[in-house]
Nanobody, 125 residues
């Protein structure tokens, strides 16, 4: 059964950086829409960054200019480089992946089929 394994979380001080990774293995079908979501304490899950098969990307307003989503298809790995971290970035971060027909938008509202188990990011002031 296919799975996504995300890692790279940790505890950092404000202004610090982390790079999250998400490795896909055994997926039953190819995927072309991948994203990072997060859920902070007492908050709803929110989209952070999304990337499609053409490598176009989109970001939540709150992270634009600080976070960068990328992928290495040869390694089946999705990344999220997080710079200038703020305490409000504290959350459990999840990677997600799915396949969408080319005529459909790949965005935070997409119905993702695969989810990672989550990796905790804690930013202290």
């Amino acid at each position: 059964q296919g799975q996504l394994v995300d890692s790279g979380g940790g505890s950092v001080q404000a202004g610090g950086s982390l790079r999250l990774s998400c490795v896909a293995s055994g997926l039953t079908y190819s995927t072309n829409c991948m994203a990072w979501f997060r859920q902070g304490p007492g908050k709803e899950r929110e989209g952070v960054a999304v990337i499609n098969s053409g490598d176009s990307t989109a970001y939540a307003t709150s992270v634009k200019g600080r976070f960068t989503i990328s992928k290495d298809s040869a390694k089946n790995t999705l990344y999220l480089q997080m710079n200038s971290l703020k305490p409000e970035d504290t959350a459990m971060y999840y990677c997600a992946s799915t396949f969408v027909p080319e005529w459909l938008e790949c965005d935070f509202g997409t119905d993702f089929n695969y989810w990672g188990q989550g990796t905790q990011v804690t930013v202290s002031s």
